[in-house]
């Protein structure tokens, strides 16, 4: 099946530094990818959808500019959260559609902020 | 605006059946998936229902009914393994981009 691969798998940062996450479809191209938070014991939200080419779609109440996304492949798109804080800390999910079928998530990205 | 609510949790023994109910309210409906999420780990589709109807696959099965913006997801058989989270969601729009229910955690019991 489809892979989707996320890195890193867990990174721990202080309050105010930049975190780059990547979202990389392993054997398919993604003209659009999707990233999602989620916190402890909670429902996953979708935060933007990353377009290949152009700029990305952020959800109602997101801040695009602290949440960077940049698409710069069919194949990957990448996530910065910049000046991060530890309300930021969160789970974050990426996903990627194949034409006609079903999404495929990568396996997350555990972010805490100290 | 788009809901999908949920039972928050669910106890069952093994061996049993259990079902899982979803009902959402959407702006569009373009078909009503299920996700399993252990904990730590990414989401695993499960099902997909565009029509009402009955699909089943292995011991999972999910139903829909449009009318009545509701559907369901059913565990026969239940195994340890089963204890995990459980989403609904649909799709917000023709961009492939999912809405999540608010989640069923199952615990299943020996």
């Known amino acids: 099946g489809a892979v989707v691969s996320q890195h890193p798998s867990r990174v721990i940062c202080k309050s105010g530094t930049s975190v780059k996450i990547e979202c990389r479809s392993l054997?398919?191209?993604?003209?659009?990818m999707f990233w999602y938070r989620q916190f402890p014991k909670k429902s996953l939200m979708l935060m933007a959808t990353?377009?290949?080419?152009?700029?990305?779609?952020?959800e109602q109440g997101v801040e695009k500019d602290k949440f960077l996304i940049n698409h710069a492949s069919l194949t990957l798109s990448t996530l910065t959260v910049t000046s991060a804080h530890p309300e930021d800390s969160s789970f974050y999910i990426c996903?990627?559609?194949?034409?006609?079928?079903?999404?495929?998530f990568g396996p997350g990205t555990r972010l805490t902020v100290l | 605006g788009q809901s999908l609510e949920q039972p928050s949790e669910v106890t069952a023994v093994e061996g049993a059946i259990v079902q899982i109910n979803c009902t959402y309210q959407?702006?569009?409906?373009?078909?009503l998936s299920w996700y399993q999420q252990h904990d730590g780990g990414a989401p695993t589709f499960l099902s997909y229902?565009?029509?009402?109807g009955l699909e089943e696959t292995g011991r999972f099965s999910s139903f829909l009914s449009r009318s009545d913006s509701y559907g369901y997801l059913l565990l026969q058989e239940l195994q340890m393994k089963d204890s995990a989270s459980y989403f609904c969601?649909?799709?917000?729009?023709?961009?492939?981009?999912?809405?999540f229910g608010t989640g069923t955690l199952l615990a299943v019991q020996p």
């Open positions: 969601a649909v799709k917000g729009g023709a961009t492939n981009k999912l809405i």
């Open positions: 996903s990627a559609p194949r034409a006609g079928d079903e999404q495929f």
């Open positions: 229902n565009a029509l009402d």
């Open positions: 054997d398919f191209q993604a003209t659009t």
């Open positions: 959407t702006s569009g409906f373009y078909g």
């Open positions: 990353s377009n290949e080419g152009s700029k990305a779609t952020y």
